[in-house]
C-alpha cells in the first residue's frame, strides 16, 4: 500500500520553532494532497491540502509547499505549540474520491 | 466539520467470539466508507472499501470473512470481527463520505481480544 515516503518519521522541536514534514510520491496520477493530523486514541482529521495548479498554500500557522517535479510536498508548522504534538500523515490521491492510503506518519513533539 | 460516530470505543472480548462495531455519519450521507486498522505508533492501514448498497471491496491480504463488512443504509456501516482471536486486537477506524465532502473520521475503536 505504500505509494509515499514520508520523512522524518519523528521530530522534536523547540516551541515557537518551524516544524518541517515531508512526503515523497511516485504516482504522477495524485492531483490532491492533504495532510492529517492524528492525537493518540483519536480518529485521524484532515489538517490542510493543496491541488497541483498552486505551490503553497498557508492556513494560520500551517503551510503547505507543494514541488510538482520532485513530486514532493511538505507541510510546514510554524511558531509550533505544544499543543501541535500529535502524529501527521500525508495521503496523496488522485482526486478527492479516491481511497485514501496514509504514508508511515511523523511523530512531532514540540517541548514546551 | 462533519461528524462522524463509532461505537464503542474500547471493547473486550473472548476469543472465539464476535464483535461489531458501528461506524455513522451523523450530518451527512456517506455514500462511501472505509475500514482501517493501526498497530501501535504505526500507519493506518486500509482494511477495505465499500458503498452503501454494494459489497466492500476488500484490500489485498484482509481476510472478508474474517471481518465482514455491511453498508446497509448512507449512515451506517458496520464491521464485524468474527471468531476474534488475540492477534485481532488492534485500533480500528472507520471514515466517512460522499461525492461533495472530504472523508471525515471516526474516533476509533480499540479492541482487546483475551
Known amino acids: 500500500q505504500q505509494q509515499v515516503k514520508q520523512s522524518p518519521q519523528s521530530l522534536i522541536v523547540q516551541k515557537g520553532g518551524i516544524s518541517i514534514i515531508n512526503c515523497a510520491y511516485e504516482?504522477?496520477?495524485?492531483?490532491?494532497f492533504p495532510w492529517y493530523q492524528q492525537f493518540p486514541g483519536k480518529g485521524p482529521a484532515l489538517l490542510i491540502a493543496?491541488?497541483?495548479?498552486?505551490s503553497e498554500k498557508k492556513e494560520g500557522r500551517f503551510t503547505i509547499s507543494f514541488n510538482k517535479s520532485a513530486k514532493q510536498f511538505s507541510l510546514h508548522i510554524m511558531d509550533s505549540q505544544p499543543g501541535d504534538s500529535a502524529t501527521y500523515f500525508c495521503?496523496?490521491?488522485?482526486?478527492?474520491?479516491?481511497?485514501?492510503?496514509f504514508g508511515k506518519g511523523t511523530r512531532l513533539h514540540i517541548l514546551p | 466539520g462533519a461528524v462522524v460516530s463509532q461505537h464503542p470505543s474500547r471493547v473486550i472480548c473472548k476469543s472465539g467470539t464476535s464483535v461489531k462495531i458501528e461506524c455513522r455519519s451523523l450530518?451527512?450521507?456517506?455514500?462511501?466508507m472505509f475500514w482501517y486498522r493501526q498497530f501501535p505508533k504505526k500507519s493506518l492501514m486500509l482494511m477495505a472499501t465499500?458503498?452503501?448498497?454494494?459489497?466492500?471491496?476488500?484490500e489485498q491480504g484482509v481476510e472478508k470473512d474474517k471481518f465482514l463488512i455491511n453498508h446497509a443504509s448512507l449512515t451506517l456501516s458496520t464491521l464485524t470481527v468474527t471468531s476474534a482471536h488475540p492477534e485481532d486486537s488492534s485500533f480500528y477506524i472507520c471514515?466517512?463520505?460522499?461525492?461533495?465532502?472530504?472523508?471525515?473520521f471516526g474516533q476509533g475503536t480499540r479492541l482487546t481480544v483475551v
Open positions: 471514515s466517512a463520505r460522499n461525492l461533495n465532502t472530504e472523508a471525515f
Open positions: 504516482n504522477t496520477a495524485f492531483d490532491y
Open positions: 493543496i491541488r497541483p495548479d498552486v
Open positions: 495521503a496523496p490521491m488522485r482526486g478527492r474520491d479516491d481511497k485514501i492510503i
Open positions: 450530518d451527512f450521507q456517506a455514500t462511501t
Open positions: 465499500s458503498n452503501e448498497g454494494s459489497k466492500a471491496t476488500y
